[in-house]
């Protein structure tokens, strides 16, 4: 089901025009741009909800004694975590968000051959990415706003094969976002710079203010 993951679909597409932060300093003399604010990113919204529904997945289905418990809520921890950490240094450190939002991803990643391995382990199938399950997390997850509380029930009743299945297919949905939000950032750095070059911008507009004030 790799495939999956390369797969995109109108409403991810959607989704990432919508989460995507805005280009800063554009036509702005700010040295430090707008940063924070990653409460309202749906990179942000989705692996929070993968953290509460790992952590009530490991609690119905894992070991508390396995490592894999403790390896799979850090990776879901991690992927929260990195996107709150990027989101609040990208005011002074556009390579410090760029990192931290690559090792959110990374995290990811790492979480959705977890839950591959519970279910090639155990002998279950995964869902094909068109099957009218996968269909339905998808829809269930485009709507707005977006949180755990929409999935609650089927994380916390259903049985271990289908809470799998759809926790990785909100990895998948994530994991689309984030991979948007990477390349807009790459971009931004390119055409922007980073502090240095933003206050070495500055200083030459406010010096040329100086010697030619607008009349």
């Known amino acids: 089901m790799k495939s999956q993951s390369n797969t995109t679909h109108q409403t991810d597409r959607t989704d990432a025009a919508r989460q995507s932060p805005p280009s800063r300093l554009s036509g702005s ?24 529904a790992t952590v009530r997945f490991c609690d119905r289905f894992v070991d508390r004694r396995s490592r894999t418990r403790d390896q799979m809520i850090q990776a879901a921890r991690s992927g ?25 991803r990374a995290s990811l990643e790492e979480l959705l051959e977890d839950y591959r391995d519970f279910l090639r382990t155990r002998g279950s199938a995964q869902w094909e990415k068109d099957s009218k399950e996968a269909l339905y997390v998808r829809k269930l997850g485009s709507r707005r706003p977006v949180s ?8 916390e009743t259903r049985p271990a094969p289908v809470v799998a299945n759809i926790i990785i297919s909100l990895i998948h949905q994530t994991n689309y ?23 070495t911008r500055a200083r030459l507009a406010a010096r040329a203010c100086q010697r030619h004030p607008p009349s």
Do not use: C, W
């Open 177 to 199: 976002l984030l991979d948007q939000q990477i390349r807009r950032l790459e971009q931004d750095f390119l055409s922007e710079g980073g502090l240095r070059e933003r206050m």
């Open 80 to 104: 929260k975590q990195n996107i709150l950490e990027g989101s609040r240094a990208s005011g002074t450190s556009k390579e410090t968000e760029i990192k931290l939002t690559n090792v959110a």
């Open 29 to 52: 003399k700010r040295v430090l741009p707008p940063h924070g604010g990653y409460e309202s990113l749906l990179s942000f919204q989705k692996p929070r909800i993968l953290f509460d």
């Open 148 to 155: 755990y509380e929409l999935f609650r029930e089927f994380i």
